[in-house]
């Protein structure tokens, strides 16, 4: 899709391609989100989380909100990792106070045989028109990121039918019934592909997948039950006309143990969690992808000048190299004060800056 507009900032895209940049980009998970008052504004017009996630004006809006108030290098489109398995007939809801429940999970043969990839410009029309509207507001502010859940991930809520700990319901029918649950996880598969590639198409700039629940597996069942199909859908965006130069973002939360086999799939960069020290995970890699991360979200609780401190001991554990994006270890919580997100963007800025001898 050719745009218009010229990419201003281009920080975070270079970081990808372990370029050099003036300093270190930042972005952050959730950024647009709960702790933003302007954000509960919105959702109270919408009525609904999920009115605010499938109206394309209401999720640009709260898209560019964040922006509006921290010198971010990238946006990430509104949306949930859960449109998918919404889109193939399984009744996704949100009880106030309680995660996403599912009112038809899949447990058996029959119901895993009856799913199919939804249509793009069909049931999921309302993510591309999101992203469209997001790419032609920002005008090439910064760059927009487009998303997924895993294919892991989306099972793991398919099969539960709503949140839990240890999602030992799809564990089981991995240990019981493994030839089904690679049904199941090669149809997740190449649904999560054609919604990222539809969202290159429409306009977003790099790919990310989220992987949520990968770090509650072993060894062995993360490399056949999440990290293949994570390969899978890399291979499948590389080898689109809409995909193929997009940079794909892979964020295993958990799965540091996996950081050198999961820079095998070809994808650009890994995101990590704040588990790992990022020196750590610089050597697993072997310089071979970019990292994203990794401050532990709660260090957003503590005091401006503990901000201040940890934002510089992440920078100063990556040091001076290219291909590193600033970010939480996960997504930002509701209860921070935005006065701090805003302390610790200009602080991975001006150390970043130092760091690179700008």
């Given at each position: 899709?050719?745009?218009?507009?010229?990419?201003?900032?281009?920080?975070?895209?270079?970081?990808?391609?372990?370029?050099?940049?003036?300093?270190?980009?930042?972005?952050?998970?959730?950024?647009?989100?709960?702790?933003?008052?302007?954000?509960?504004?919105?959702?109270?017009?919408?009525?609904?989380?999920?009115?605010?996630?499938?109206?394309?004006?209401?999720?640009?809006?709260?898209?560019?909100?964040?922006?509006?108030?921290?010198?971010?290098?990238?946006?990430?489109?509104?949306?949930?990792?859960?449109?998918?398995?919404?889109?193939?007939?399984?009744?996704?809801?949100?009880?106030?106070?309680?995660?996403?429940?599912?009112?038809?999970?899949?447990?058996?043969?029959?119901?895993?045989?009856?799913?199919?990839?939804?249509?793009?410009?069909?049931?999921?029309?309302?993510?591309?028109?999101?992203?469209?509207?997001?790419?032609?507001?920002?005008?090439g502010r910064v760059p927009l990121i487009g998303f997924s859940g895993s294919p892991?991930?989306?099972?793991?809520?398919?099969?539960?039918?709503?949140?839990?700990?240890?999602?030992?319901?799809?564990?089981?029918?991995?240990?019981?019934?493994?030839?089904?649950a690679h049904q199941l996880l090669d149809t997740l598969a190449e649904a999560v592909?054609?919604?990222?590639?539809?969202?290159?198409?429409?306009?977003?700039?790099?790919?990310?997948?989220?992987?949520?629940?990968?770090?509650?597996?072993?060894?062995?069942?993360?490399?056949?039950?999440?990290?293949?199909?994570?390969?899978?859908?890399?291979?499948?965006?590389?080898?689109?006309?809409?995909?193929?130069?997009?940079?794909?973002?892979?964020?295993?939360?958990?799965?540091?143990?996996?950081?050198?086999?999961?820079?095998?799939?070809?994808?650009?960069?890994?995101?990590?969690?704040?588990?790992?020290?990022?020196?750590?995970?610089?050597r697993a890699v072997d310089g071979r992808v970019a990292l994203q991360g990794n401050?532990?979200?709660?260090?957003?609780?503590?005091?401006?000048?503990?901000?201040?401190?940890?934002?510089?001991?992440?920078?100063?554990?990556?040091?001076?190299?290219?291909?590193?994006?600033?970010?939480?270890?996960?997504?930002?919580?509701?209860?921070?004060?935005?006065?701090?997100?805003?302390?610790?963007?200009?602080?991975?800025?001006?150390?970043?800056?130092?760091?690179?001898?700008?």
């Amino acid at each position: 899709m050719s745009m218009p507009d010229i990419l201003q900032n281009d920080r975070f895209l270079r970081a990808l391609r372990r370029e050099p940049t003036d300093t270190t980009p930042i972005w952050v998970m959730r950024q647009a989100g709960r702790y933003l008052p302007e954000y509960r504004a919105t959702r109270a017009r919408a009525g609904s989380f999920m009115s605010l996630a499938q109206h394309p004006e209401f999720a640009c809006e709260v898209t560019l909100q964040p922006l509006a108030r921290f010198d971010l290098d990238a946006a990430i489109l509104f949306s949930d990792i859960l449109t998918i398995p919404d889109a193939m007939g399984l009744g996704l809801s949100f009880a106030h106070g309680e995660g996403p429940q599912f009112a038809r999970p899949v447990r058996t043969a029959a119901d895993i045989a009856k799913l199919a990839v939804p249509d793009m410009d069909g049931e999921l029309r309302y993510v591309m028109d999101a992203v469209r509207l997001i790419r032609r507001e920002l005008h090439g502010r910064v760059p927009l990121i487009g998303f997924s859940g895993s294919p892991w991930t989306l099972a793991c809520y398919m099969v539960e039918g709503q949140g839990s700990k240890d999602f030992a319901t799809l564990k089981a029918l991995c240990w019981n019934e493994p030839k089904l649950a690679h049904q199941l996880l090669d149809t997740l598969a190449e649904a999560v592909a054609a919604y990222l590639i539809a969202q290159a198409a429409a306009g977003a700039q790099a790919l990310m997948v989220f992987d949520t629940w990968g770090g509650l597996l072993g060894p062995a069942p993360f490399r056949e039950f999440s990290l293949r199909t994570m390969a899978r859908v890399v291979e499948a965006l590389q080898a689109s006309e809409h995909s193929h130069a997009l940079p794909v973002i892979l964020f295993s939360k958990g799965a540091g143990a996996h950081l050198a086999a999961l820079a095998d799939t070809g994808c650009a960069a890994l995101g990590v969690d704040w588990t790992m020290d990022l020196a750590d995970a610089r050597r697993a890699v072997d310089g071979r992808v970019a990292l994203q991360g990794n401050l532990d979200p709660a260090v957003l609780r503590a005091s401006p000048a503990v901000i201040r401190r940890e934002a510089r001991a992440v920078l100063d554990s990556y040091g001076n190299h290219p291909g590193h994006v600033f970010n939480l270890g996960h997504g930002i919580t509701p209860e921070v004060d935005p006065e701090l997100v805003k302390v610790l963007v200009d602080e991975v800025h001006a150390h970043g800056r130092i760091l690179r001898g700008g």
